[in-house]
């Protein structure tokens, strides 16, 4: 055989092996070991809070409450989705506007939290509309994504949904993108996109006409324009309006440049009135069947990373709102679809037909899942339990083997403690970090069905920055809040590195105990 065959075979060879292992790391390591990771919804904290419901029997593994919090609830391990929300060209932490203190306290406790900036930021309706042009959304999006990410450059910021991914709001977004790149020289920036899918009339009223839907979006390019997407309220319920619009957007993303990031739904469903209750269950039904599909149903338009899947992730809307009513006024409340009653807003909790058909959709889907009840300790503080072991934790689970990261922030109890669940069976390395400690990783942990208890080991303090290693710039951040305490102007939560709510001397030992140390990678 000649050289030139032996080439051509050893190159040809390779080429099957690596198809081989690709093929393996694909159906091995799959974006979400676990499906139901998918699977999330919207709650109205108006009637209860995450606790007053048993959303972990439906496998929900994330929520959003259209808000922001420092601590925010994540019972059984569940992810909340903070969202700062932006109206009229202005930012606001809950109802606190422009609070940079609190928004940095909230990014400091929460390290890899997912921020969502705006709420339907092109709505022009109240109360959920942000109100905002184009130009407006760009810049407040500008300033709110680099102060995170130079707080926390482990945050995920994601682009807030708008109401739906019609041919106005597409442009409308077109117009955001184009005023980012002329103002700051450079691409918007975006670690995931996400969209609601609401399939409402997109109407203005411009002869006093009665109009209902999303309205026209805000800003001066749609000025004059009386009508948009035509939908009938019965198309709310239409699947293949919901499959067109998904479709539409990720192509639209595609041209953009912006295929290879994850696409969120984080607020769609049923919501007006009128809908029976079969349809709507239907209409959920064949949402999760299109979003779970393989890589065939969707086209080349997909996250690549994802197995060309359209959708990562998806919020029903809603967990527990009121169902749709109209006062003697003739305003409108409340809106169709919720999973539980809201007037029963203690746990667990009574489930509506909905949520009924959402928890036997997801118990098809739990194959063999495992919990984890971890344990650690924490530097320079008393022994446990104590209060001041209460504290945010970033846990990542590393499946041996594999390039996929299943990334939870929890919060341990007095003890140190917390527990996870919904881990698909496997060994996993697990990397622990709190805000001011080092990382740390337990390697080769096996977890089964049921629940598996692990010390995870000590977390060495003095990481002021939450940058995994004690240097200069922690000595800075403590020495700048030294001999406060929470109320004081100078006082830094992130310097109190002993928890107990004085920056003081005691802090000063810890940083200087650690000083020079790397946490795990």
Partial sequence: MSAGRRVLLAFLLAVALLALWAAGVSADCPLYRVPTQRFGGD??????????????????????????????????????????????????????????SLLAQAVAANPG?????????????????????????????HDLYWYIKGRDSTARIA????????????????????????????P??????????????EMRSCEGESVWGAGIPVGSQFAGLCRGATYLIEDNWNFSNLRSLVVDFRKWLYEKGYRNKPLWITEYGVLMPHA???????????????????????GVWGYPADGDRLVQRWA?????????WVDEDDVAHGFNGSLFVHTNPVYPGTLKTFGQNYKAYTNKLVASYGCISGTVQFDGRPAAPHLSYVSPLTVTLAPVGCPDRDVRVTTTDASGKF???????????????????????????????????????????GDCNNDNQVDIKDFSILSAAYATSPGDARYDARADLNGDGTIDVLDYSWLATRFGEHGAP
């Fill in 43 to 100: 709650l109205n904290y108006a009637f209860g809070n995450i606790t007053s419901y048993d959303v972990a029997s439906l496998h929900m593994s994330f929520y959003s409450d259209w808000s922001a919090a420092v601590t925010p609830l994540r019972p059984n391990g569940i992810e909340y989705l903070q969202l700062l929300a932006v109206k009229y060209g202005k930012w606001y932490f809950a109802t606190s506007e422009a609070n940079w």
């Fill in 113 to 141: 939290s997912v921020w969502m900036i705006g709420n339907e930021p092109e709505c022009p309706n109240a109360p959920g509309g942000g109100v905002n042009t184009p130009e407006q959304y760009a810049e407040v999006y």
């Fill in 159 to 186: 682009i807030g949904g708008v109401v739906e991914p019609t041919p106005l709001r597409l442009q409308w977004l077109t117009y955001v993108l184009n005023h980012y790149q002329s103002r700051y020289g450079e």
């Fill in 188 to 201: 918007l920036p975006v670690d995931i996109w996400t969209t609601h899918v609401l399939i409402l009339a």
């Fill in 276 to 298: 029976p209750d079969d349809k709507i269950n239907l209409f959920m039904t064949q949402s999760f069947d299109y979003f779970l599909g393989p890589s065939s149903l969707h």
């Fill in 316 to 324: 029903w809307n809603s967990i527990n709102d009121e169902p749709y």
């Fill in 419 to 461: 527990t996870l669940c919904s881990i698909y069976t496997g060994t996993y390395d697990i990397r622990v970090k709190s805000a001011t400690t080092l990382a740390v990783i337990t390697n080769s942990v096996y977890l089964k069905s049921g629940t598996r208890v692990v010390n995870l080991g000590l977390l060495r303090s």
